[in-house]
């Protein structure tokens, strides 16, 4: 049983995961890990186009929808088959991953909101492939919100298991801090290589990210 409080208010959803990414950084920075603070930033300040996506942000579940009319009728958020996309936007459509920090992924769960992307752009090209039946006024591309909940659950999972290794290994860490003085370079290589399979492996195919 952890005896860890940070451990138990994770768990127990008693503080944000911002804020346990912010304990998890000051807890570790000690073993100079940088795979793991570049996971922290990233997952803070979320993905730039320059790092890579962990699996848990790719294979998004998603409609699109659209306002507009179809022939004579005016419709409303009504759902949109993909086949009025070229190939080149489907795979756009269907390789969409989640980019935005934590914060803004806990924010659209606690407000309730629905998470979408504007695809107004694609109107024309709905229209030519309709022959002219399918007018948008509004076109995006809505992404499921089970996506971010499962996103948190597998953040979370990976906070609070590096958090239960580096209690076994260190003792309590409620100090936000741990004492490596008496480890040696090889046992301080062995934590951080646990860590980073803990944060890049994805449980299913073996590979990681």
């Given at each position: 049983m952890a005896k860890s409080q940070i451990i138990k208010d994770i768990a127990l959803d008693?503080?944000?995961?911002?804020?346990?990414?912010?304990?998890?950084?000051?807890?570790?920075?000690?073993?100079?890990?940088?795979?793991?603070?570049?996971?922290?930033?990233?997952?803070?300040?979320?993905?730039?186009?320059e790092h890579l996506v962990p699996s848990y942000r790719?294979?998004?579940?998603?409609?699109?929808?659209?306002?507009?009319f179809n022939a004579n009728t005016q419709v409303i958020n009504q759902p949109l088959s993909e086949s009025f996309f070229t190939k080149e936007v489907r795979e756009i459509l269907e390789n969409r991953v989640i980019r935005d920090g934590i914060n803004t992924v806990e924010e659209i769960l606690r407000n309730d909101r629905e998470p979408s992307y504007n695809?107004?752009?694609?109107?024309?090209?709905?229209?030519?492939?309709?022959?002219?039946y399918i007018k948008c006024i509004r076109l995006e591309q809505v992404l499921?919100?089970?996506?971010?909940?499962?996103?948190?659950?597998?953040v979370k999972f990976r906070i609070i298991e590096i958090l239960l290794?580096?209690?076994?290994?260190?003792?309590?860490?409620?100090?936000?801090?741990?004492?490596t003085?008496?480890?040696?370079?090889?046992?301080?290589?062995?934590?951080?290589?646990e860590i980073?399979?803990?944060?890049?492996?994805?449980?299913n195919s073996g590979e990681i990210f």
């Open positions: 008693n503080i944000s995961l911002e804020s346990a990414l912010h304990r998890l950084l000051v807890i570790t920075y000690s073993l100079r890990n940088e795979e793991l603070h570049l996971w922290i930033e990233n997952e803070l300040n979320g993905y730039s186009e790719k294979n998004v579940s998603y409609i699109i929808r659209y306002t507009g695809l107004i752009e694609c109107a024309g090209m709905v229209s030519k492939n309709s022959n002219g499921s919100r089970t996506n971010y909940s499962e996103l948190i659950s597998n290794d580096l209690e076994q290994e260190f003792g309590v860490l409620d100090n936000l801090d741990i004492d003085s008496d480890k040696t370079e090889d046992e301080i290589s062995k934590v951080n290589d980073t399979k803990k944060l890049y492996f994805d449980g």
